[in-house]
């Protein structure tokens, strides 16, 4: 079951995309709203797409850092992770508003909070 309505960029928005270093995260994360829903997967609810963007947009204005990876969770949400100074940083976006972020490192414990206000996510620089 896909249940977003998918708006495409039109040409001067795919322009901006190509000179944008999030471009290719932000277009892998708007496709999330098409997955079908399946054994594995669920498709992601617009809102949680939106959220992601927007932190790791942030996260980028702060930092300039970009996600190593970003991927659709079992769930139906979001995750963003970044690799920092040998820290593996972690988002994840759940489809009923919480955002986890964890950061982990070898030989040391991890570290896990759990937010619902974009406004308090942390920068992951802030515990590296």
Same mark, same amino acid.
């Given at each position: ?22 471009? %290719?995260?932000?277009? =892998?994360? $708007? ?6 829903? *399946?054994?594995?997967? @669920?498709?992601? +609810?617009?809102? %949680? ?5 927007? !932190? @790791? %947009? ?7 850092? =970009? ?6 969770? $079992?769930?139906?949400? !979001?995750?963003?992770?970044? $690799?920092?100074?040998? &820290? !593996?940083?972690?988002?994840? /976006? ?6 986890? /972020?964890? !950061?982990? $490192?070898?030989? &040391? &414990? ?5 937010? =619902?206000?974009?406004?308090?996510? +942390?920068?992951?620089? *802030? /515990?590296?």
């Amino acid at each position: 079951m896909n249940y977003n309505k998918i708006k495409m960029p039109s040409q001067s928005e795919s322009d901006l995309l190509k000179n944008n270093p999030l471009a %290719e995260s932000i277009e =892998t994360i $708007r496709s999330f709203a098409l997955l079908e829903e *399946d054994e594995e997967l @669920m498709p992601v +609810p617009q809102q %949680e797409i939106e959220r992601s963007i927007a !932190v @790791m %947009e942030a996260i980028y204005a702060k930092s300039k850092l =970009t996600p190593f990876w970003v991927v659709p969770t $079992r769930s139906g949400g !979001v995750g963003l992770e970044y $690799r920092i100074k040998g &820290a !593996v940083v972690y988002y994840h /976006f759940v489809p009923k508003g919480v955002i986890d /972020f964890s !950061v982990s $490192r070898e030989n &040391a &414990a991890s570290t896990q909070i759990f937010f =619902t206000n974009l406004n308090e996510t +942390p920068n992951p620089l *802030d /515990f590296i």
